[in-house]
């Protein structure tokens, strides 16, 4: 019986490459070639980059500079704030002050003096997973922090129940969680809600 080979189909990996170095650009692109990294986008400054309108959304940048200088960094702090994705650097900038603006930049692996063929896709596969799990560490965050917040503003909700129909803290919130289920909102957006009404039927 004969068999059929089945061809497997892998996600590219939407990359832009900023580099002011031709002949590194080349070792980059023979140390990508037939790989799952698809460079969407070449460039020799940011500012090329930051003018562009792309059609597919990238998933990962990778710069190549002699030195990373303030507002390099502060330009990929923007791009990371405004749309989060792995950033690699390769430089040659070893000073503690441009390795401290680099993580404070949000860069997932700064390589200085690390370049070789042989290193570029383990070097972006860990960035990429490194991101990954920053990402999720930042998400717990948020949602801890949002949980808090919305503690506070159901014990206020409660406390209104409670106040207008004379009931247990308990029944309050029993009353505001069944109200949540039935119109498929979160306890912590009626609880807004409820307060923003209150406060607005005072004024």
Not at 121 to 149: C, E, G, H, W, Y
């Amino acid at each position: 019986m004969s068999k059929v080979a089945m061809k497997t189909t892998t996600k590219q990996i939407n990359t832009i490459l900023i580099s002011e170095q031709p002949l590194v650009s080349t070792q980059l692109h023979q140390a990508l070639k037939d790989s799952d990294y698809n460079i969407m986008f070449e460039g020799s400054t940011l500012k090329e980059l930051l003018s562009l309108k792309l059609a597919d959304e990238p998933e990962l940048i990778i710069a190549v500079m002699d030195t990373s200088d303030s507002q390099i960094l502060a330009k990929f702090k923007i791009i990371n704030e405004q749309f989060p994705l792995p950033i690699v650097i390769f430089t040659r900038d070893d000073r503690d002050d441009a390795i401290e603006q680099a993580i404070q930049a949000g860069v997932s692996a700064y390589i200085v003096d690390g370049f070789s063929e042989a290193r570029i896709q383990p070097i972006l596969r860990t960035a990429m997973a490194r991101f990954k799990q920053f990402q999720a560490m930042q998400k717990q965050v948020n949602d801890l922090k949002t949980s808090l917040a919305d503690r506070k503003v159901i014990d206020r909700a409660k406390g209104l129940i409670m106040e207008q129909r004379k009931c247990s803290e308990n029944e309050a919130y029993s009353l505001l969680r069944t109200s949540a289920m039935n119109q498929n909102m979160r306890l912590g957006q009626l609880a807004h809600n409820i307060l923003a009404t209150a406060d607005l039927l005072e004024t």
